[in-house]
């Protein structure tokens, strides 16, 4: 059985803790936003200086929080759940991936230090989206925090 190092989870630049923090930022947005309906049609405050011209591509603050929701849903759950539908495990997906033509060719050496750069690369990508996903869902609860203690937008 694997045991994780109790030091890992007190590192605050550890993978854990990012999931923590963004998963913990999720559950506050979910608790906080008790009528997510009251977010259609808002646009996010960023997108809505910024595009200005294209207001169907804008995402709303509703559709944003649903995309939140389903993120925090897929890192709990796992990707299983969703590619269910199409008959293969996740372990049969994965291996059908390694098996794609060029991953086989390489010499193993290659092959792994390629994995430890691929690691890599997608660890620092991972850190990056997780970091920007928790402020998104902070300001979300905010600004949903800020609306109704004003009265703003949300009553029509």
Same mark, same amino acid.
């Given at each position: 059985m694997m045991h994780l190092n109790s030091d890992s +989870?007190? @590192?605050k630049h550890s993978l854990i803790n990012v999931m923590h923090r963004f998963i913990a930022a999720a559950n506050n947005m979910d608790e906080t936003? #008790?009528?997510p309906s009251l977010l259609r049609d808002l646009p996010? &405050? &960023?997108q809505q200086e910024a @595009? @200005? @011209?294209e207001p169907n591509k804008q *995402?709303? #603050?509703y559709e944003h929080y649903l995309l939140l $929701? +389903?993120?925090k849903n897929d890192m709990e759950w796992g990707l299983l759940k969703r590619e269910m539908g199409s008959g293969a495990s996740f372990l049969e997906m994965a291996v059908k991936q390694e098996q794609q033509p060029g991953t086989g060719d390489l010499p193993a050496a290659a092959n792994n230090s390629d994995l &430890?750069?691929?690691f890599h690369y997608h660890l620092r990508g991972l850190f990056g989206v997780l970091s920007k996903l928790t402020i998104q869902a902070d300001h979300l609860t905010n *600004?949903? $925090?800020r609306e109704i203690g004003g009265g703003g937008n949300f009553m029509r």
């Open positions: +989870s007190s @590192n936003i #008790m009528v996010l &405050e &960023e @595009n @200005n @011209n *995402r709303d #603050m $929701k +389903s993120i &430890e750069h691929q *600004r949903y $925090k």
